[in-house]
C-alpha cells in the first residue's frame, strides 16, 4: 500500500502483554470459587486477596466508602476479579420484597459497586471479572432470586463493556454448581451436571488474560 | 378407553375461561405503554387502574405496605399487569452505586413486590405480568442499569414461575422503544427499530389470557 511509511496520525492501539505478570486483586478468595481462582491465577500473576472476614485486606462490598478505601489502598491494578456475593434461597411461596433485596444489594449492587470503582483506578487494558451463575438461565425452586441477581450481572456486563473507556474491559463467569459444593447444594440442583472449581478458574484467566468483552463465560 | 367412566381420584385441573371478562389491576396506566394495554385490555375486561400520582387507586411500588393496602382494597382478581417502573439512565463512567440501585428498587424491586404480594390475593389461575425492555440484550450507551433490570425482570419470571402456585402464572412483556417515545428517547437509541404501543399491547393479552408462563414476549 502507497501510504505504508507515512505518518499515522493516531496513536497506535495499546497492546498489553497479558502474558506478563498482572496486578490482581481479589475479592471473595475464601469462597471455594475463590480459592480455586487465586490457585490457577496466582502461579503467573500477583494475587491481592480480600474479603469481609478474611484474605489479605477487608472490604465490605456494600459499602462505597470501603470499597474506595481499598482500591485507593492497593494503588495501580490490572485486574479485579470478584467471586464475592450472597443471594436470597427460599420459596417464593413465602418470600419477601427485603429477603429478595438482600441478594440485590449484596451479589449483584456489591459486584457492580466494585466494577464502577474500579473503572477509575485500572491501568489502561486493564479488566473487570465478575460472578454470577448458571440459575440465570436454568432456574430452580427457591432460586428466583438467584436467577434475576445472576441475569441482572450478565446483563450490566454486556452494556458496560459499550462504555468502558481505556481499552478496559469486563466480564461473567457464569458457573454451574461446583463439584465441591454439592453436599451444600446439590439436594436443590436436582441432575444438574456440577463442575470442579478449577475447571470453572480456567474462564476467569480467559477473562483477565484475554481480549474479549462483554461476555458471559459459562461454564457448566 | 375401558377406564373412561371410572372415577378421577385426582380433581380435574382447573380450566379457566379466559375469554370471559377478568377482573385485572393495571398498575402503571398513565404511561404510554400503560394507556395502550387500558385501551386494547379494556374492550374485554374490567381494569383496575393504580399508579404513584394516577389511576382509579394509590399506590407505591416500593412500599410493601402500600401494595398490600391495595390489594386488600380492590379484593379478588384475576390477573395483575405492571407497566410500572424507573431506571437510571446516565453515563458508566461517572455511574453511583447509588444512582444504579435507584433502578433496583424501582422498576426491579418494585414490580418483584407486586408480583411476590399478587401471588397470595390472584384467584386460582390467575396471572401476574410485569415489564421489562429490549435493553436486556441490546445495550446502549447510558443503558447499563436498564439492562441490568429489564434481564433481572426475565429471569426472575422465568423462575418464579416454576413455584407459582394454584395454576397462577408470570410472565414478562420486554418491548423495543415505543414509536411514541422516539421524541423522547429515541437519540439514545440509535437505528434501533420502534414499534407502535398499540402493537405491544397484544403481548398483555397474550399473557393474560394466554396458557404460558415464565416466558419472556419480546415485541422488536
Do not use: C
Amino acid at each position: 500500500m502507497s501510504n505504508l511509511n507515512t505518518t499515522n496520525r493516531q496513536a497506535a492501539p495499546q497492546i498489553v502483554d497479558k502474558s506478563q505478570p498482572q496486578r490482581i486483586l481479589l475479592v471473595g478468595a475464601s469462597g471455594v470459587l475463590g480459592q480455586a481462582v487465586q490457585r490457577h491465577l496466582g502461579s503467573r500473576h500477583e494475587i491481592l486477596t480480600a474479603g469481609r472476614g478474611s484474605g489479605q485486606y477487608r472490604v465490605d462490598l456494600r459499602s462505597d466508602a470501603s470499597v474506595e478505601a481499598l482500591l485507593r489502598e492497593l494503588g495501580p491494578l490490572d485486574a479485579v476479579v470478584s467471586t464475592a456475593g450472597g443471594l436470597h434461597f427460599g420459596p417464593l411461596t413465602d418470600m419477601t420484597a427485603a429477603q429478595f433485596d438482600s441478594g440485590l444489594q449484596d451479589k449483584l449492587l456489591g459486584q457492580v459497586r466494585l466494577a464502577l470503582a474500579a473503572q477509575h483506578v485500572l491501568r489502561d487494558g486493564g479488566s473487570i471479572t465478575l460472578t454470577a451463575g448458571i440459575l440465570s438461565r436454568e432456574p430452580i425452586p427457591m432460586g428466583a432470586n438467584a436467577s434475576a441477581v445472576n441475569a441482572a450481572l450478565e446483563a450490566f456486563a454486556l452494556a458496560a463493556a459499550i462504555e468502558l473507556p481505556r481499552g478496559l474491559r469486563i466480564n461473567v463467569v457464569s458457573p454451574t454448581v461446583l463439584t465441591e459444593s454439592l453436599p451444600q447444594y446439590g439436594a436443590f440442583m436436582a441432575g444438574m451436571e456440577s463442575t470442579p472449581a478449577a475447571r470453572v478458574a480456567l474462564a476467569y484467566q480467559r477473562s483477565v488474560e484475554g481480549g474479549l468483552t462483554g461476555r458471559t463465560f459459562s461454564v457448566v
